[in-house]
């Protein structure tokens, strides 16, 4: 059964940081690309980025590019966000989800989404 707990959300002003964390189980983890996803109230779920099976291709959104980094330790099936200069547009629950990477774009894998962890900036 494929478990994914998002944590370390929590509210922060604008130009802080934050570092989220997934972990997963239920896969074999350092086999797949790992992806990012946020979703605002109201909004359709955004693709923030991906980072490649071992970590040596991530790829992310122009909205995000220069302030996430994405990273992940697979002897301990995690896989991080850390977001820097934050901003108000931020705000929103953040999934990760195993999927298949290539170039700017994914497909899905497992037919599982956690919990998330809500991230809320203020001005």
């Known amino acids: 059964q494929v478990q994914l707990a998002e944590s370390g959300g929590g509210l922060v002003q604008a130009g802080g940081s934050l570092r989220l964390s997934c972990a997963a189980s239920g896969f074999p983890f350092s086999s797949y690309a790992m992806g990012w996803f946020r979703q605002a109230p109201g909004k359709e779920r955004e693709f923030v980025g991906g980072i490649s099976y071992n970590g040596g291709y991530i790829y992310y959104p122009d909205s995000v590019k220069g302030r996430f980094t994405i990273s992940r330790d697979n002897a301990k099936d995690t896989v991080y966000l850390q977001m820097d200069d934050l901003k108000p547009e931020d705000t929103a629950a953040y999934y990760c989800?195993?999927?298949?990477?290539?170039?700017?774009?994914?497909?899905?894998?497992?037919?599982?989404w956690g919990q998330g962890t809500r991230v809320t900036v203020s001005s």
């Open positions: 989800r195993a999927i298949h990477l290539w170039g700017s774009d994914y497909s899905l894998q497992f037919d599982s």
